[in-house]
């Protein structure tokens, strides 16, 4: 199945179920109901009915509310279920959990066994009839009223992305990119366990995926994707990053929160703006010099010590809270009076493209020391010519990337690890754009 066909094929099941907006559902039901009125006999009825009588007659003509079409309902999933969590946390084997709960050895696990089963293993938890039923009924897909071991894995453990989850995460319907016929744009399928992502190569026409927090090593079928814009992967356990075939145009990537210990080459995604890679295991920057649409780069919660890799990144947005750093680029701590220049600087500017418009006195989009003197003057802040061109040349050392209009704003919460800083425990790092090539 081609990716038109494959998202064809849910809209087909749409359009059997019903017509997917409210309104055409609502006319759908009018029609079916025969004209306004009733039918004929009705409308021969006495035009005198009163009291209960009318009120009878009312209810029963009175429209239905529209029933939702079977493929609009979602079907029930284990997500935030406490039977569920006990078995994940106290089994890293979906076997030997299936094993361990089918006490009387038949191959199929009763209500009856998955009770007694979750109380030997954790007494501490008591369980209502209602959720030993409903992970029985979610679990049970043959309806047989017991889960056997394929629908104990299925329900359980981490599995393969199948048709019907794809069904239930599918939104956003609009034009494709050829603005020839309508698909599904969006996919939603966070949390549900996933270990493979393979049938997404039949859905093609996919803009925005969010496939967080489930278990995926690897997000290779996305290379089928040509048209994907966005895509949130954060909560994996993903050890690279965008590693398949770029799309078109894909601007927004977060994988926060993986196993990522280094930054592979990301130049083929030459259209990225925004990279969330915090809370992983970096510890060197690097992989994204070539790309020079990146504007937005978040590397909080890894191991960076320096800043470094970055060449000549149009950067406005830079941000490394909670990492090791000890140098940029190899200067340390600047010196106390220029520290307190930047902490006035800090507290007159709260945007830097702002600042630094206001400082270029002549508007070439450079900023010289006699400008930057000037400016903090005006500010009064009362500086020589020598500090402002100390302060320019730590600026165009430290991030070359700021030479000309992009501010950089970034944030290090690393004691002792800033350039300069008006806080001792969290410090804060702002770059106004520096001087000329």
Known sequence: MGGEDGEEAVMEEGDQGGAPGAAEGEEVTAEAEGPEGGSGEEQGASPH?????GEAQAAATKKPPPVQPA????????LGSRVKEVIER???????????????????????????????????????????????????????????????????????????????????IGRTADGRKLAYLSLAIPSINLNGVGLLREYSHLRFMDVSDNKLTDLSPLGCLPYLLALNASNNLLRSVLDFKAPLCLREANFSNN?????????????LEELNLS?????VISGVRDNVALRKLILDKNNITAITNLGDLPLRHLSLAENGLTAVNSYAQLPPELMAIMSAFEETYEEMELAFHALDANADNVLNS??????????????????AQQLIGVCSCVCPLARARAPVRALMHAPGACMYSNHASTQRCWM????GR
Not at 71 to 78: A, E, G, S, T
Not at 102 to 126: F, H, P
Not at 279 to 283: A, M, P, T
Not at 432 to 435: K, Q, R, S, V
């Open 279 to 283: 809370g992983n295991k970096i510890r």
């Open 432 to 435: 106004p754009a520096a001087a």
């Open 49 to 53: 009915a009163e009291g209960a009588g």
């Open 90 to 172: 106290n089994f890293e084997q979906a076997e030997e959990a299936f094993q361990s709960i089918d006490i009387n050895l038949d191959g199929k696990i009763s209500m009856r066994e998955l009770r007694a089963a979750l109380v030997m293993i954790d007494s501490a938890y008591q369980y209502t009839d209602e959720e030993l039923n409903r992970a029985i009924m979610i679990a049970d897909a043959d309806g047989s009223g017991s889960v056997d071991s394929k629908e104990f894995m299925a329900a359980f453990c981490p599995h393969e992305l199948s048709k019907g989850e794809v069904q239930d995460g599918l939104h956003n």
């Open 259 to 271: 196993r990522i210990t280094a930054m592979n080459p990301l130049a083929a995604h030459r259209f």
């Open 71 to 78: 493929w609009r309902r979602k079907r029930p999933n284990l």
């Open 370 to 387: 006699h400008e930057l003197q000037g400016g903090l003057q005006a500010m009064g802040i009362q500086v020589t010519q020598e500090t």
